[in-house]
């Protein structure tokens, strides 16, 4: 990434940024998945087009859904949810059909 003129993040060493004449792209590697983003998309064509030549890759389009965070856009913003995450684990220890209490020192079944 350094090659293409990113910067790598020295706390996170997954995630690179690149500023260049007030235009940022960044990216975000987890494992075999790539995340693209910023404010330009010539940019981000090129830098798809340049890691294509280096890997085997595949675009999935938007983000919908990355490390248990599903994501969902729309005009007011990005909106981030665990939902699926939470029901998967819910499932998993069979409490998928418990009901919320009000209060912390509830007995309720």
């Known amino acids: 990434m350094k090659k293409y ?5 020295n706390s996170d060493h997954t995630f690179f940024l690149k500023h260049q004449q007030g235009k940022a792209t960044a990216l975000i590697v987890y494992v075999d998945d790539i995340i ?5 998309p010539e940019e981000i064509s090129r830098l798809q087009e ?17 490390l248990g965070i599903e994501v969902d856009r729309s005009k007011q913003g ?7 995450y939470i029901i998967d684990l819910l499932s998993e220890v069979r409490l998928v059909e418990c009901k919320p209490c009000r209060h912390a020192n509830c ?3």
């Open 50 to 66: 340049q890691l294509t030549t280096k890997f085997e890759m595949k675009n999935l389009g938007g983000l919908k859904y990355f």
């Open 5 to 9: 003129g990113f910067q790598q993040s």
């Open 78 to 84: 990005i909106f981030l949810s665990q939902q699926k």
């Open 107 to 109: 007995s309720e079944s």
């Open 36 to 40: 693209i983003i910023g404010n330009d």
